[in-house]
């Protein structure tokens, strides 16, 4: 089986909690929906959080690019394999934790079935000014850049149908403005990854697109969804079980 969730920012604890009613196998894979948080101290820190899964997660867990996480491949313990079709970092001594490059297409199976899954990670952390003053994580990659994003539409031009996108953020359309902090000067935030993301959607014919960052769930349209602590299975997404 294969599960989603929303951003865990490496708590452990909260995961275990939405995995409660799931039994995990090795031959499962959760993804997480950007902000896994395995990559977040860039230090001893995280391998106590990436030890915690090795040990007490069975299945693969597949993670999206968030915003407050180092991209693996600035991290020098970590390596290229392939995985459904597509490219993905992981770490051997961790071999269970795999995270999705942007851009990349994958194919999971589902019964008889295949699905194409389009991954697209970043966001722009609204909190950046206050990390800074205060010494926390901030990532100056946190957003695709355009050569990144130039590479995207340019594989959407040549093929343009996917079965299933999972973003970080989401469209700017679709942004959910009632979640939005009101202590956040809004014009003061960058929305070029969202302003990119309904570019893709112009240009893309998909069956369902997943994303988290904004921690809520919710229907947004009957082809989308932002997901936080839920947890949604492949077969609930394209067979209604």
């Known amino acids: 089986m294969i599960y989603f969730t929303g951003d865990i920012h490496g708590d452990m604890i909260d995961l275990y909690d939405r995995l409660s009613n799931i039994s995990l196998s090795d031959d499962d894979i959760l993804i997480i929906l950007g902000d896994a948080g395995f990559n977040y101290h860039c230090n001893d820190k995280d391998k106590i959080i990436k ?3 090795k040990r007490n997660i069975p299945a693969r867990i597949f993670c999206i690019h968030g915003n407050h996480e180092a991209r693996p491949q600035t991290i020098s313990t970590y390596m290229q394999t392939e995985f459904y079709g597509g490219k993905v970092y992981f770490e051997p001594d961790y071999p269970n934790l795999l995270f999705a490059v942007d851009g990349e297409r994958y194919y ?5 079935k295949t699905i194409s899954v ?43 149908e996917v079965n299933l996108v999972l973003t970080h953020t989401c469209p700017l359309e679709w942004q959910p403005t009632h979640l939005f902090l009101p202590q956040i000067d809004q014009s003061k935030v960058d929305k070029s990854t969202e302003t990119f993301l309904s570019e893709v959607k112009s240009k893309l014919k998909y069956d369902y697109w997943l994303f988290g960052h904004f921690h809520g769930s919710e ?3 009957d082809k989308a969804k932002m997901l936080f602590r839920g947890v949604l299975s492949l077969e609930q997404i394209f067979c209604g079980k």
């Open 118 to 160: 389009l991954t697209i990670g970043g966001a722009y952390s609204i909190d950046k000014y206050y990390r800074i003053q205060h010494g926390w994580k901030w990532f100056a990659d946190e957003q695709p850049d355009q050569a990144k994003k130039d590479e995207i539409i340019a594989s959407i031009v040549e093929n343009n």
């Open 219 to 221: 229907k947004i349209t």
């Open 51 to 53: 030890e915690d899964a």
């Open 108 to 112: 999971f199976p589902m019964g008889q």
